[in-house]
């Protein structure tokens, strides 16, 4: 779920800390409710008053969302909980090491097929199922972690990559989740099932 604020102006405004004054009401946290919400003049109705809903509302949500995200991602860099290129994420992967990975939105067919399998293969040898995501474009994610051309990381296990992880989480749900994802767990189901087919 995600709350809302009046402002002083009578501006309904997000707050995805959740730490404004002031009463609250609460929407799910994706952009059709919020849309939907903002269309109806819901948010009216919720606070009992006249308010002013901004005309991209389910635009602002996701560019606070991303921002805290990528806050998040840059903390994490500086824990050194941050693996780059697609080599040090393969083998972050395949190492157990990653909660999950991240593509940069022009990242190449190639290079995200070659992590997916190994993300397939880890799970087929028992390990965790690695999520990975298409969130943010190179040029977000480069400045985010400091870096050049970063098109691939895996953000690793421990406390600094937990937090993180939710804020990924929040963003692909806020957006409609990841298709990548989906494909990639009905591929491992598909892999047990031929696998109990030889048996």
């Known amino acids: 779920m995600i709350r809302f604020v009046v402002g002083p102006d009578s501006a309904v405004v997000p707050d995805i800390k959740r730490n404004l004054p002031g009463r609250g009401c609460w929407v799910t946290a994706d952009r059709l ?3 939907k919400a903002a269309a109806k003049n819901l948010f009216a ?8 809903v901004p005309p991209d509302l389910g635009g602002m949500v996701d560019g606070l969302l ?9 903390l994490a ?16 992967v395949r190492g157990g090491l990653a909660l999950f990975v991240l593509h940069a939105t022009e990242a190449s067919d190639d290079g995200v097929r070659k992590i997916s399998q190994a993300r ?3 799970v087929h040898l028992g390990g965790p199922a690695i999520l990975a995501y298409k ?3 190179e040029a977000e994610l480069s400045l985010a972690l400091g870096g050049t051309n970063v098109i691939h990381a895996a953000v690793l296990a421990g406390d600094a990559g937990r937090a ?12 409609g989740g990841s298709p990548d994802d989906l494909a990639m767990l009905a591929a491992v ?3 047990d099932d031929a696998a109990e087919d030889m048996e």
């Open 164 to 175: 993180v992880q939710k804020r990924m989480v929040a963003l692909d749900r806020y957006r």
């Open 189 to 191: 189901a598909d892999e």
């Open 45 to 52: 109705r919720a606070f009992k008053a006249q308010v002013v």
């Open 33 to 35: 409710h919020i849309d």
């Open 120 to 122: 397939r293969a880890t």
């Open 66 to 74: 991303s921002r805290y995200a990528l806050g998040m991602l840059g």
């Open 135 to 137: 969130l943010f474009s």
């Open 77 to 92: 860099r500086k824990a050194g909980a941050i693996s780059l290129g697609a080599t040090k994420v393969e083998s972050a």
